[in-house]
């Protein structure tokens, strides 16, 4: 449970119809298996004890006795097994019989939720044998435990803060008011469904559908156990069906037809973090609920959740090349507007040979595209100097004339040089200054030229150098659009190999694909025979790294020590940890002492669920402290 972390676990055991006592010791066996592979939270299907289709047998009191007795026994033989455990059986309370599930954890019986919605249409016909436990309350005795009933318990966990856990059954998710909604508004981040839903043509994407869509708007963990192979097959056949699914994603799914056990990982802390985050989150409506506490061991559940290398990038190409098309409209929309509100002709961009610069000239393209203007009032402007390679200068001018922008050469070593003489730097050397001047002369050319021309400056830069405050102050830091300004580096090099793919244009093709070959780099200092001396990640660390840390910390706001531990598993045989400690270490140490430079920063689109404008994502003072966040990392060393 280190890191908010717990497993949990969907089970389809093979029933015989009727037999409790077969299907009981089914479920024993599956439950301590779960229990041994770390799942902590364990769901059977519905009527599991005695079988979904054992129709008018429910009235038999032979199969209510021994479905409680085998309730108590399955109770007895799981003390020793860590978890909480969800069984269905018909239990019989105040003279009714309910479809209900009952919660187990450590040998005792911590409560029973009875069912809610019965269908009773088309093959179902619950309400034929059972009643509804809507506004159902009490307590009832099953052998020597007082239990809880009712369909309004909440079970937390005491061990994991967050962890509150309420059980619907099969027909209550399809209803138009799912129990699960008031459930998670009393705090539910865990929600289980026992079910047996029949199988008809198309259904099964229906019922993920649902799923997801229900984990997403409770942002909450969903368990669904539903029955399969062993059902009676006299009018249905069950497929068995299992889901474990996250905030809307699908953490885990059974094959169907072949009674698997699944397991996911749910991440509390996440679930947490995102309710609090959401405004129009209204949780804690306790009224009327009953908490019951359960136990779970204190340790450290094993992830067997991937977590993207790329966060910001789509795995699946469709998906990505569909992402890249929107990014590049929405950054190309929101220059579209500040032209138009400005009543500007002209765009006015420095362009370097380099990703960030080629991903804005190719969307201040698009943007005059959109907007009917001729290509030739974009004017990029080449700015070599000390540091600047053949390579570079040439890609620089030949994407220049492939997009039809008017290409302007500035040559800016005489001015830096008198500069230098001003102030009284030594060319010789090669210090921050010699290096940060080069990029206010640039910047000063680009308004400058902005002014003749009438025209706006289009900022490159990207969110991961933002971050990090790799950008020089009121250097390239400092535009008046920054088109860039969402994007992180690892998504800028897609959507450029994305235009690549897509421009119908050979020769531009060509000239993208060799800019996506280059090295990183500012081009700040002299080169070494003739090629790029200064490669940005080898001062600053890995982009990738950089990003996976930005989204998890912005976007969950997870501790330093638990994006150690995610980045350790997901970049495991790419980076050691003590590579990735160190980089972590410079990346909050970093992003504190450079937000002063984000807190002046240009306007630009948001793109993505990540931002760092002041304005909207991050409100987040420039002299706040590190001390706690880089102390929670020294724990690690």
């Keep these: ?84 455990i969800f069984i269905g059986l018909p239990l019989v309370f105040d003279g009714k019989l309910y479809n209900t599930a009952a919660v187990l954890n450590r040998g005792n019986i911590l409560g029973i939720v009875p069912k809610i919605h019965l269908p009773n249409y088309g093959e179902f016909y619950e309400a034929r044998h059972f009643a509804s436990g809507r506004g159902v309350e009490g307590s009832v005795k099953i ?104 905030d809307g994603s699908v953490l885990a799914e059974a094959e169907m037809f072949q ?23 209204e949780g804690e409506q306790c009224q009327g609920y009953t908490r ?34 929107e990014i590049l409209t929405i950054q190309a929309m929101g220059l579209v507007k500040r032209l138009e509100h400005t009543h500007s002709k002209g765009a006015v961009l420095g362009i370097s040979g380099g990703l960030d610069s080629t991903l804005a000239l190719l969307v201040t393209a698009r943007a005059f595209d959109i907007l009917g203007l001729d ?22 001018c030949e994407l220049t004339r492939r997009l039809g922008a008017e290409l302007l050469e500035v040559d800016i070593k005489k001015a830096v040089l008198q500069h230098f003489e001003d102030i009284g730097q030594d060319p010789s050397v090669h210090d921050v200054t010699y290096e940060n001047a080069q990029a206010r002369e640039r910047t000063q050319v680009l308004m400058d030229v902005a002014n003749q021309n009438g025209g706006l400056v289009i900022g490159t830069g990207d969110m991961s ?45 060509e000239v993208l694909v060799d800019i996506l070959d280059t090295p990183v780099s500012p081009e700040l200092l002299p080169p070494k025979e003739g090629e790029i001396a200064q490669k940005t990640e080898d001062l600053v660390g890995p982009y990738e790294l950089h990003d996976f840390y930005l989204y998890y910390m912005m976007r969950f706001g997870y501790a330093p020590s638990k994006i150690y531990r995610l980045a350790r598993q997901t970049f495991e045989g790419m980076y050691d940890k003590d590579t990735i400690l160190k980089w972590l270490n410079t990346f909050y140490r970093r992003f504190f002492a450079q937000q002063f430079k984000r807190s002046c920063l240009p306007d630009g689109p948001k793109t993505g669920s990540v931002a760092l404008s002041p304005r909207g994502d991050l409100r987040m003072p420039s002299d706040a402290c590190a001390n706690i966040w880089l102390r929670d990392l020294e724990d690690l060393m």
């Excluded at 779970?296 to 992402?323: C, D, G, K, M, Q």
């Design 375 to 396: 290509r030739e009032g974009i004017t990029a402007v080449t700015m070599p100097c000390f540091g600047t390679t053949d390579r570079t200068y040439t890609n620089a």
């Design 292 to 325: 019951i506490a359960f136990h779970l061991p204190e340790e450290e559940t094993s992830i067997n959740r991937r977590f993207a290398a790329n966060p910001f990038v789509p795995e699946e190409t469709a998906e990505r090349n569909r992402r890249c098309d």
């Design 143 to 246: 052998g020597d435990q007082e239990v809880a009933f009712g369909s309004n318990l909440l079970f937390t966990c005491e061990e994991l803060p967050g962890l509150t856990v309420a059980a619907e059954i099969c027909e209550d998710l399809w209803a138009p008011a799912p129990p699960s909604v008031a459930h998670a508004m009393a705090g539910a981040t865990v929600i289980v469904n026992l079910s047996a839903s029949d199988e008809t043509v198309g259904k099964s994407d229906y019922r993920r559908a649902l799923i997801k869509g229900q984990s997403a708007r409770l942002l909450c963990g969903y368990v669904y156990a539903t029955a399969g192979n062993g059902e009676s097959t006299q009018d249905l056949v069950f497929g068995g069906q299992n889901l474990i699914c996250e």
């Design 259 to 281: 009674n698997q056990t699944i397991y996911g990982t749910f991440d509390i802390q996440k679930l947490c973090g995102e309710r609090q985050r959401i405004s129009t989150w």
């Design 1 to 84: 449970m280190k890191d908010g972390f717990i497993k949990a676990a969907a089970a389809t055991p093979r029933i015989q119809v009727a037999d409790c006592v077969s299907n009981t010791r089914e479920i024993i066996e599956k439950a301590k298996e779960m229990s041994q592979a770390g799942a902590r939270i364990l769901v059977f299907p519905e009527l599991s004890i005695t079988g979904y289709t054992c129709g008018d047998l429910f009235w038999q009191e032979r199969l209510l006795t021994s479905a409680k007795e085998q309730l108590l026994k399955a109770a007895a033989a799981l003390k020793d097994v860590e978890g909480l």
């Design 465 to 509: 150098e933002l971050a990090l405050g790799w950008a020089t102050y009121n250097g390239d830091h400092m535009s008046m659009y920054g088109v860039n300004s969402s994007v992180p580096k690892t998504l800028v090099r897609h959507l450029v190999q994305y235009c690549a793919d897509t421009c119908e244009d050979k020769e531009l093709q």
